[in-house]
């Protein structure tokens, strides 16, 4: 039985490039951003009026010229006009084009406008004022996005500014979330007394949308040779299978017998840690470049969690979550903690994965423990916002102290 820390630097070290793609930028949102977006032309790609108002020569108005007559209107969108007469003005609307022989811009609400004459109000201008230039925020061929980027809205806007209509970005794994066990029926149906509805595995779904993956969901009953065959089909067809049950002790826990008949490579089964104690972790081995499918990585990767639900979501998002993040080039780091709001016990010899509720108390970030029934109890994730990551070598945790934060919401 491995630690944590080991367990997570193994899974680390099994991490996969899947690849990239090309997408419309629109539904890009969320994806891995994998090449540098660089500014096609200058930003602002012209003199931008800033302000409505007059734009006039500042050389006239040091010269003392007050009053200056509308020769015409630049709006925005317009192509740019020139000042006739450099006593003249020229209205400016917020957008347009600065006009060819002007270099200042006074607001509206410093003049007054009567029979096309623009009367100053203020004796306070300064060259260049109201006027965005060419090219200050961002030179052609900048950089504007860095590949290895999170796609947000912010960067969506961008690639619309830019033109880049199609962007490319980390090709997502093929994901199967596969549930065990003959106790569990669809959300769907009404449960006998002995039956349970499939939680785990919608659970895993919504935590992998997060990630923008679309993973794919089957169910398979406890019976070692179905559960063989299918795997074995599943193997081939998936990048990545994540389980839910069958890696215990029971007599009809068959998963880590199954795997290894299908000669998948076992990294590790049994992490000390709670809950999740089980969890078991592996890989098919890597065929010869010609004996495989190019278009699938040369390995699959295989999450066995055990199958109680908070079992289940502390794997996925202790360990899968680190696993992809970095097979897609982000930098995996988790500095955060939290301060613990009470004294707390915990005396075996594992990990534990304490849930509480966060809350922010004068700019310190608190965990409050949530009293719970164990890795079954589902319903108390819903009370909690994380797990705060508690180490094997202590058993008492005093209030005040800063733990390892792992949030969920």
């Given at each position: 039985?491995?630690?944590?820390?080991?367990?997570l630097?193994?899974?680390?070290?099994?991490t996969?490039?899947?690849?990239?793609?090309?997408?419309p930028?629109?539904?890009?949102?969320?994806r891995i951003l994998k090449?540098?977006?660089?500014?096609?032309?200058?930003?602002p790609?012209?003199?931008?009026?800033?302000?409505?108002?007059?734009?006039?020569?500042?050389?006239?108005?040091?010269?003392?010229?007050?009053?200056?007559?509308?020769?015409?209107?630049?709006?925005?969108?317009?192509?740019?006009?020139?000042?006739?007469?450099?006593?003249?003005?020229?209205?400016?609307?917020?957008?347009?084009?600065?006009?060819q022989?002007?270099?200042?811009?006074?607001?509206?609400?410093?003049?007054?406008?009567?029979?096309?004459?623009?009367?100053?109000?203020?004796?306070?201008?300064?060259?260049?004022?109201?006027?965005?230039?060419?090219?200050?925020?961002?030179?052609?061929?900048?950089?504007l996005?860095?590949?290895?980027?999170?796609?947000?809205s912010?960067?969506?806007?961008?690639?619309?500014?830019v033109?880049?209509?199609?962007?490319?970005?980390?090709?997502?794994?093929?994901?199967?979330?596969?549930?065990?066990?003959?106790?569990?029926?669809?959300?769907?149906?009404?449960?006998?007394?002995?039956?349970?509805?499939?939680?785990?595995?919608?659970?895993?779904?919504?935590?992998?949308?997060?990630?923008?993956?679309?993973?794919?969901?089957?169910?398979?009953?406890?019976?070692?040779?179905?559960?063989?065959?299918?795997?074995?089909?599943?193997?081939?067809?998936?990048?990545?299978l994540?389980?839910?049950?069958?890696?215990?002790?029971?007599?009809?826990?068959?998963?880590p017998?199954?795997?290894?008949?299908?000669?998948?490579?076992?990294?590790?089964?049994k992490?000390?840690q709670?809950p999740?104690?089980?969890?078991?972790?592996?890989?098919?081995?890597?065929?010869?470049?010609?004996?495989?499918?190019?278009?699938k990585?040369?390995?699959?990767i295989?999450?066995?969690?055990?199958?109680?639900?908070?079992?289940?979501?502390?794997?996925?998002?202790?360990?899968?979550?680190?696993?992809?993040?970095?097979?897609?080039?982000?930098?995996?780091?988790?500095?955060?903690?939290?301060?613990?709001?009470?004294?707390?016990?915990?005396?075996?010899?594992?990990?534990?994965?304490?849930q509480?509720?966060?809350?922010?108390?004068?700019?310190?970030?608190?965990?409050?423990?949530?009293?719970?029934n164990?890795?079954?109890?589902?319903?108390?994730?819903?009370?909690?916002?994380?797990?705060?990551?508690?180490?094997?070598?202590?058993?008492?945790?005093?209030?005040?102290?800063?733990?390892?934060?792992?949030?969920?919401?």
């Open positions: 039985m491995i630690t944590s820390q080991k367990a630097e193994i899974i680390l070290d099994n996969e490039n899947f690849g990239v793609e090309e997408v930028f629109l539904e890009s949102l969320g090449e540098d977006v660089k500014a096609d032309r200058d930003f790609p012209f003199n931008r009026v800033s302000m409505d108002g007059i734009a006039i020569l500042y050389d006239v108005f040091t010269n003392g010229r007050r009053d200056f007559h509308i020769e015409n209107i630049q709006a925005a969108g317009s192509e740019q006009v020139t000042l006739k007469e450099q006593s003249s003005c020229i209205e400016v609307m917020t957008g347009a084009v600065l006009p022989g002007t270099d200042t811009v006074i607001p509206y609400e410093l003049v007054t406008i009567e029979n096309g004459l623009a009367t100053m109000n203020t004796e306070t201008v300064n060259q260049g004022q109201n006027i965005h230039v060419q090219g200050k925020d961002r030179k052609t061929n900048d950089i996005i860095k590949k290895n980027k999170i796609i947000s912010a960067e969506i806007g961008v690639l619309a500014t033109g880049k209509f199609l962007v490319k970005v980390a090709k997502q794994p093929k994901v199967l979330i596969i549930s065990t066990g003959s106790e569990l029926v669809e959300v769907s149906e009404t449960p006998l007394t002995h039956q349970i509805r499939r939680s785990n595995v919608y659970t895993l779904v919504s935590l992998l949308e997060r990630l923008n993956i679309k993973a794919g969901t089957t169910h398979i009953t406890d019976d070692k040779k179905i559960l063989k065959q299918k795997i074995e089909q599943f193997l081939n067809d998936y990048d990545v994540l389980f839910s049950g069958a890696v215990s002790k029971g007599k009809f826990d068959f998963l017998e199954v795997l290894d008949e299908l000669g998948v490579e076992k990294n590790f089964h992490v000390k709670r999740g104690k089980p969890f078991w972790f592996g890989h098919t081995v890597p065929l010869g470049m010609g004996q495989r499918d190019e278009n990585p040369k390995k699959t295989v999450f066995a969690f055990p199958g109680n639900p908070v079992s289940t979501f502390v794997g996925c998002v202790k360990y899968f979550y680190p696993w992809y993040k970095k097979s897609v080039d982000i930098v995996y780091e988790n500095h955060q903690k939290a301060i613990l709001a009470e004294d707390f016990t915990f005396k075996p010899n594992l990990t534990y994965f304490l509480v509720r966060l809350e922010n108390k004068k700019g310190l970030l608190v965990a409050v423990p949530i009293k719970g164990g890795s079954g109890d589902l319903a108390n994730l819903a009370n909690a916002d994380a797990f705060l990551e508690l180490p094997s070598d202590q058993t008492d945790f005093k209030t005040g102290e800063a733990f390892p934060l792992i949030t969920y919401r």
